[in-house]
């Protein structure tokens, strides 16, 4: 089974901090996403990679960026944390050909 | 533009129940449809996808969907509701069927009582 980990489950930061969260894939996926979940508002993407040091905007990418320097990572950056960025934030990784996408757990992100 | 709409926020079905979770799409071109389900604190789990084969469609534990593109929907259905079902469902659409991104509805939260 493809295993999607995101590092950090539980997270609070301080209004302003830098934040960073992490996501490895172990199976060789080209493309990565990430996404956040808030209550009735879904899944929303945020940014996603087709390739190494390939990336694209999605629906809501203000505030965000992303760096995927290796095939296997793909890291969601806040460069300044704001209190409407308190979300879940779920990375996904698909292979080019494919179209089953595998989530990692989440991670909790509350900004204080 | 592509979007999806999940008609109920929350469901509750008694155990035993049949189960109907409502999802609308608009897409200008062939969609391909998935339902997902997240348990708590946990992430998304694919339960079935349409990929433009067969209309109706199975997945796990006991799940199925049925494409209707005249009515322009996906509804995710369960004979016989088990307490294990309790979950937030997901339906989402995607233009392609190779590595595409998804773009998903607002959720339905199930609920199943004893």
């Known amino acids: 089974d493809v295993k999607v980990t995101q590092s950090s489950r539980y997270l609070v930061k301080r209004t302003g901090e830098k934040v960073f969260l992490e996501c490895v894939q172990d199976m060789d996926h080209e493309n990565m996403f990430w996404y956040r979940q808030d209550p009735g508002l879904g899944l929303r993407l945020i940014y996603f990679?087709?390739?190494?040091?390939?990336?694209e905007k999605g629906d809501i990418p203000e505030g965000y960026s992303v760096s995927r320097e290796k095939k296997e990572r793909f890291s969601l950056i806040l460069e300044s944390a704001s209190t409407n960025q308190t979300s879940m934030y779920l990375c996904?990784?698909?292979?080019?050909?494919?179209?089953?996408?595998?989530f990692g757990e989440g991670s909790w992100l509350t900004v204080v | 533009a592509q979007s999806v709409t999940q008609l109920g926020s929350h469901v509750s079905v008694s155990e035993g129940a049949l189960v109907l979770l409502r999802c609308n799409y608009s897409?200008?071109?062939?969609?391909?449809l998935f339902w997902y389900v997240q348990y708590p604190n946990q992430g998304l789990q694919l339960l079935l996808k349409y990929t433009s084969a067969a209309t109706l469609v199975k997945g796990i534990n006991g799940f199925e969907a049925e494409f209707k593109k005249s009515e322009t929907s996906f509804h995710l259905t369960k004979p016989s509701a088990h307490m294990s079902d309790a979950a937030e469902y997901f339906c989402a659409v995607s233009v392609s069927n190779q590595g595409g991104k998804l773009i998903f509805g607002q959720g339905t939260e199930l609920s199943v009582k004893p």
């Open positions: 897409s200008s071109v062939p969609p391909y």
């Open positions: 990679s087709y390739d190494v040091k390939m990336k």
């Open positions: 996904a990784a698909v292979t080019r050909l494919g179209n089953t996408i595998y």
